[in-house]
């Protein structure tokens, strides 16, 4: 089956990191573009980065608010990528989504999404 | 950044309505929206791409129209499985942004 499956989410301190995982199934994740998407408690989605696909080098693209704190890696041999998340913030709080998209840059295929839960 | 404005934010319908939602951009994309699909407690899913390309699989009363800055999704004759929250997203520009959804829900 085709799928993406996210993991690593919990409850993490204000300051503290996190690193989610992504891991494909039924295809080759780095022949994809890949995306995070987060979506706060009742809120909509929000674009946080990119991670282009082993053709284009792996080059990435961060929003904003996250750019300096979020970093997105791959692993080839576990089909997997990575996102690690320093320094959250209490509005870091959300579901965080892996998405394989397109190269002209679509979502086409979402992961089920993971928590990500940041209190004292 | 590019500003994806949806309307309305909540519309209430029956089964067998004709439904439209719009999109909005605050500077043109082209065509480079694409329309996701989200039910409670579930990941979006992807409806449309590149404005009116329907997914594989997405049954053919959706569609999609537009260009520039003004979108629509369309579903001809609402069905029990349609009630749910339609997000669009631009993909033109980076940051790629969404709308900030809008909610079909039973009349």
């Known amino acids: 089956e085709v799928q993406l499956v996210e993991s690593g989410g919990g409850l993490v301190q204000p300051g503290g990191s996190l690193r989610l995982s992504c891991a494909a199934s039924?295809?080759?994740?780095?022949?994809?573009?890949v995306d995070w998407v987060r979506q706060a408690p009742g809120r909509g989605l929000e674009w946080l980065g990119r991670s282009r696909n082993k053709a284009n080098s792996y080059t990435t693209e961060y929003a904003a608010s996250v750019k300096g704190r979020f970093t997105v890696s791959r692993d080839d041999s576990k089909n997997s990528l990575y996102l690690q998340m320093n320094s959250l913030k209490i509005e870091d709080t959300a579901v965080f989504y892996c998405?394989?998209?397109?190269?002209?840059?679509?979502?086409?295929?979402w992961g089920q999404g993971t928590l990500v839960t940041v209190s004292s | 950044d590019i500003q994806m404005t949806q309307s309305p934010s909540t519309l209430s319908a029956s089964v067998g309505d004709r439904v439209t939602v719009t999109c909005r951009a605050s500077?043109?994309?082209?065509?480079?929206l694409a329309w996701h699909q989200q039910k409670p407690g579930k990941a979006p899913k992807l409806l449309i791409y590149k404005t009116s390309i329907l997914e594989s699989g997405v049954p053919s009363r959706f569609s999609g129209s537009g260009s520039g800055t003004d979108f629509t999704l369309t579903i001809s004759s609402l069905q029990p499985d349609d009630f749910a929250t339609y997000f669009c997203?631009?993909?033109?520009?980076?940051?790629?942004?969404f709308g900030g959804g809008a909610k079909v829900e039973i009349k």
């Open positions: 039924g295809f080759t994740l780095s022949d994809y573009y």
């Open positions: 998405t394989r998209s397109d190269s002209s840059g679509y979502s086409a295929l």
């Open positions: 500077q043109s994309i082209g065509n480079w």
């Open positions: 997203q631009q993909y033109s520009t980076y940051p790629l942004t």
